[in-house]
T-cell receptor, first 114, second 112 residues
């Protein structure tokens, strides 16, 4: 299995631009999570889906952030408009079921907003 | 106050040393405790998982949970340069939904 696949690996954009991050979870995993990692705040949960349905989006910082999961094999995290303080590494993770199966992370998208 | 506190380090030790990494937490509802290892420019990967209090050993790694003190530890014996990474503790009150709260991570460097 290729693991959780995220694209792009790096994104550099100017303030005000729209940014879309993409994630393909591991096949068969029915829970998907978006995390953001910064030096100051560490790894923070933004939103998670179960069976393609958003369950908890309390970590989404502002209305500028939105996430979708149109099907079991694809999710997007969109930031519009982007701001310099959104610069971070964004991780997608997936897991099988709702029990103690481990969370599998992708290698992240490093976003820089200038 | 953060729910989970972890010293970010960096921590530098010689090869072969015993490493002790720690986290404290404030939410007494946490029942599930994990340690993740994150290599540079990679996503975190699960290293150890413990439910409730007690010890768990896996090779050179031992995880300890003391719920009465709200304190968890990860020990690495005979540390190797390949152990150089950032170690993040994570915890959850319930695995239903899987909402994990992470510590900030401790950067470890093992020198040959």
């Amino acid at each position: 299995d290729a693991g959780v696949i995220q694209s792009p690996r790096h994104e550099v954009t100017e303030m005000g631009q729209e940014v879309t991050l993409r994630c393909k979870p591991i096949s068969g995993h029915n829970s998907l999570f978006w995390y953001r990692q910064t030096m100051m705040r560490g790894l923070e949960l933004l939103i998670y889906f179960n069976n393609n349905v958003p369950i908890d989006d309390s970590g989404m910082p502002e209305d500028r952030f939105s996430a979708k999961m149109p099907n079991a094999s694809f999710s997007t995290l969109k930031i519009q408009p982007s701001e310099p303080r959104d610069s971070a590494v964004y991780f997608c993770a997936s897991k099988e079921g709702q029990g103690d199966s481990p969370l599998h992370f992708g290698n992240g998208t490093r976003l820089t907003v200038t | 106050q953060k729910e989970v506190e972890q010293d970010p380090g960096p921590l530098s030790v010689p090869e072969g040393a015993i490493v002790s990494l720690n986290c404290t937490y404030s939410n007494s509802a946490f029942q599930y405790f994990m340690w993740y290892r994150q290599y540079s420019r990679k996503g975190p990967e699960l290293l150890m998982y413990t439910y409730s209090s007690g010890n768990k050993e896996d090779g050179r790694f031992t995880a300890q949970v003391d719920k009465s003190s709200k304190y968890i530890s990860l020990f690495i014996r005979d540390s190797q340069p390949s152990d150089s990474a950032t170690y993040l503790c994570a915890m959850s009150a319930s695995l239903q939904g899987g909402k994990l709260i992470f510590g900030q991570g401790t950067e470890l460097s093992v020198k040959p």
